[in-house]
């Protein structure tokens, strides 16, 4: 007898990664064999990075949770006993009920990019919490600075295509580490290289992608705008400013050019902890050499001047024309591309007037600790707060409370869930439909369900449908399917849902490379660049760039106590804390080390793999200490996101990080840290 034949299902990859692949799900007898990437997809074309190559390995996990689980034990302990769906959603409507007859701000909803998706995201659960008056959550933990900054002098996220990428001549990495977090735009950096292009990283540790970079610029965290303002002192001094394009398309220049001479490069030089000399050089090729692309990622903007970082940044461009070219100008999101409908998908309207507070995921530690009202009810889905929130000592001792009752949507048992009172089985990617939208290119991808839903694991979707009607809610728009959510997605006559979810995705913006903004048009207040901006006034960073020092400055007297910045940018085989319980990624990426240059290893007598412990005035853990060069002098890398149970010491680097927000955007400010290091006291 034949085998049954292979259906290829076309599939959208759901991570928080700009790439947001096409995949082709493989699948014989309703079992999903593998997973590939489109090559069809021109942005994907037929590759995907090493974690979603092996989604299978997740989907089918012997550790995957499928069915609702009640907890049994101690919080934190994570353990638990099977119930049923009846039950479960009875004892969580019954507890969120009684909590919201008295206050219904005292519950909080948790979420984040779990899944990128709009239906499985934040769609039915938004209109469950809407309809509730719970307190809203303002989702700032990864992106919220570095697109306030971006905005404030470009208007809105629309970035440059990606298939013009390799059409540069110099590409400029601010931040970035694309080999880890956009595989695909490296890929269009490789094609670029091969073309002739320069390129060049601006990071304070040499990752994966500065080593094969031309020039590596190892800056100190959080000294990335006085760079900017640097080159752009050095573009003015040496009249390589495109005079035509900043009188037609510019706001403000005279006053640009006054704050800029503030920032020579010697005392840039100063700030940032690099040689005058590769400032100049820097400033002379980006004046040079077009078309010039710079690639800002979310590094940069993790300090407290982090939102200022992005708004300086995103000057240099017009200064030299580059947004003449389709590859030349600025790529940090291309979000703003698409015109979602979030009002249709999340039904603001709900709330029938109430105006309920908001409270900030970053500082989800101090608000279960000290909110006002207290947090009495925490829902969780598509995020693990637990591992990824900083300050995780506070966060820790929030969860533990016993009179916080908590609900976590999940597929595994992670840290978070470990805290909960009641864990409901949810599905992947795999297992329903969903629309994504991305930030790295200009195509909203679909997702079609490949298999049926493994156990007893229902959709997000699905779970808030359920848990409305089980509070009774009796709204029609609790009654709307995944497709019916994914066709209100975007505005506009051009969507068409079911054609996606045909072809697997539909392109928004201009229909091949183009120079958008070669004859401006910004979407910004003036439609012109805004080197001097009212908005920046209002919101009190002032209307013109300038640099903010990182709230723990390597050169303040914190210093003394804590003489080395950590940063913890992610780890190759792990997406924030996704894929990490994946047993073959978790042993590719080894253990969680703290990598740290020979001449601060050796001022503090560390031995190449011995235990360190690392420490601040919030905490300390211990990590497997690498001596290497990839780290700058005065710089430690601890690669992240592990969750805590599987590290050595049951914590990760978030033990070390603080709730102070950035400038604008009230985002975490995870790269602004000093720590020091010792050798570790082994105990028994």
Avoid at 628 to 647: D, M, P, Q
């Amino acid at each position: 007898m034949s085998a049954a034949p292979i259906t290829i299902v076309k599939a959208a990859c759901p991570h928080d990664c700009p790439d947001t692949c096409a995949l082709e799900v493989h699948v014989r007898d309703g079992i999903a064999l593998k997973v590939t990437g489109s090559r069809e997809h021109r942005a994907t074309a037929g590759v995907l990075c090493n974690k979603v190559s092996r989604y299978t390995e997740r989907t089918y996990h012997p550790d995957r949770l499928l069915v609702p689980l009640r907890r049994i034990g101690p919080k934190g302990r994570g353990q638990f006993e099977p119930i049923s769906w009846d039950l479960a959603l009875a004892e969580i409507a019954g507890r969120l009920g009684e909590i919201a007859r008295r206050n219904a701000e005292a519950i909080l909803p948790y979420s984040y990019a779990g899944t990128m998706g709009l239906v499985q995201g934040d769609s039915m659960a938004q209109r469950f919490f809407h309809r509730l008056g719970a307190s809203r959550l303002d989702r700032t933990i990864c992106s919220s600075a570095g697109a306030a900054g971006h905005n404030l002098t470009l208007g809105a996220r629309l970035g440059v295509d990606l298939e013009a990428v390799d059409e540069a001549r110099l590409i400029i990495l601010w931040g970035a580490n694309p080999i880890v977090s956009s595989v695909h735009f490296w890929t269009r950096v490789q094609e670029a290289k091969r073309r002739g292009a320069k390129i060049v990283a601006i990071d304070p540790y040499r990752s994966l992608s500065a080593e094969k970079c031309h020039v590596h610029i190892a800056l100190l965290p959080g000294t990335d705008a006085a760079l900017a303002l640097g080159l752009m002192h050095i573009l003015v001094r040496d009249e390589r400013v495109d005079l035509d394009y900043v009188s037609r398309h510019t706001l403000g220049f005279e006053a640009l050019k006054a704050r800029v001479a503030e920032y020579p490069p010697e005392r840039v030089a100063s700030i940032c902890g690099i040689r005058k000399a590769e400032i100049e050089a820097l400033a002379s090729d980006y004046g040079s050499i077009a078309p010039a692309l710079i690639r800002m990622n979310y590094g940069m903007q993790r300090a407290r001047g982090g939102a200022m970082a992005a708004r300086t940044i995103t000057c240099l461009p017009a200064l030299v024309g580059a947004w003449r070219h389709a590859a030349g100008g600025v790529l940090l999101s291309t979000s703003d591309n698409f015109p979602t409908d979030v009002a249709a998908l999340q039904r603001p309207d709900l709330l029938m007037g109430r105006n309920p507070r908001t409270l900030n995921m970053s500082t989800i530690g101090d608000h279960l600790l000290r909110a006002d009202p207290k947090v009495e009810a925490l829902v969780v889905w598509n995020s693990n707060p637990v591992a990824i929130a900083p300050h995780s000592a506070e966060v820790v001792e929030g969860f533990s409370r016993e009179d916080l009752f908590t609900v976590v949507l999940e597929h595994f048992q992670t840290d978070t869930a470990d805290y909960a009172d009641i864990v409901l089985p949810a599905t992947t990617q795999l297992e329903h439909l969903d629309v994504v939208k991305p930030y790295g290119h200009y195509d909203v991808m679909a997702n079609n369900a490949a298999i049926a839903p493994l156990g007893e694991a229902k959709p997000n979707s699905e779970i808030f449908r359920l848990l409305a009607a089980a509070m009774g809610f009796d709204e029609a728009c609790f009654r709307d399917s995944d497709l019916d959510i994914a066709r209100a997605a975007f505005k506009g006559p051009g969507w068409d849902a079911e054609r996606a979810l045909a072809d697997g995705w539909m392109r928004f913006g201009p229909t091949r490379p183009t120079a958008r903004f070669a004859n401006g048009g910004f979407p910004t207040p003036s439609g012109k660049v805004e080197f001097v901006s009212s908005e920046a006034r209002r919101a009190g960073l002032g209307e013109l760039p300038d640099y903010i020092a990182p709230a723990e400055d390597t050169r303040s007297p914190l210093a003394a106590r804590f003489p080395l910045a950590m940063i913890s940018p992610p780890a190759r085989n792990f997406l924030n804390s996704t894929f990490v319980n994946v047993d073959s990624l978790r042993a590719t990426e080894g253990q969680p080390w703290l990598d740290i240059h020979p001449r601060d290893a050796a001022a503090r007598g560390l031995s190449e793999g011995e235990t360190v412990r690392v420490f601040n005035q919030r905490g300390s853990l211990r990590l497997a200490c690498r001596i290497t060069t990839r780290a700058r002098e005065g710089v430690v890398v601890a690669l992240s996101i592990w969750w805590r149970k599987l590290a050595k010491d049951g914590k990760n680097a978030n033990e070390l990080t603080s709730q102070t927000l950035t400038d604008l955007g009230r985002g975490p400010t995870f790269y602004d840290c000093l720590v020091e290091v010792e050798r570790a006291v082994e105990t028994s």
